[in-house]
């Protein structure tokens, strides 16, 4: 019985759950997509608006 009180112990002491664990991986792979987006267009941004088309193709048309 003793042997019984512990393992009851402690099962009911243990803390297995991960429901929220793939909600939190997927958030975290959502942030580092957007910090990945956010860095490229920080960095492709100002060449982007200088290059030629944002100038000559209005001035076309």
Not at 11 to 22: F, S
Not at 40 to 56: D, H, K, R, W
Request: glycine share 12%; with cysteine; proline share 3%.
């Amino acid at each position: 019985m003793k042997r019984f009180a512990t393992w009851l112990g402690a099962r009911v002491g243990r803390t297995d759950d991960e429901t929220g664990q793939g909600l939190a991986e997927y958030a975290l792979i959502l942030a580092l997509i957007a910090l990945a987006c956010v860095a490229a267009l920080v960095t492709l941004g100002q060449a982007i608006a200088n290059s030629p088309g944002f100038s000559v193709l209005p001035g076309a048309l």
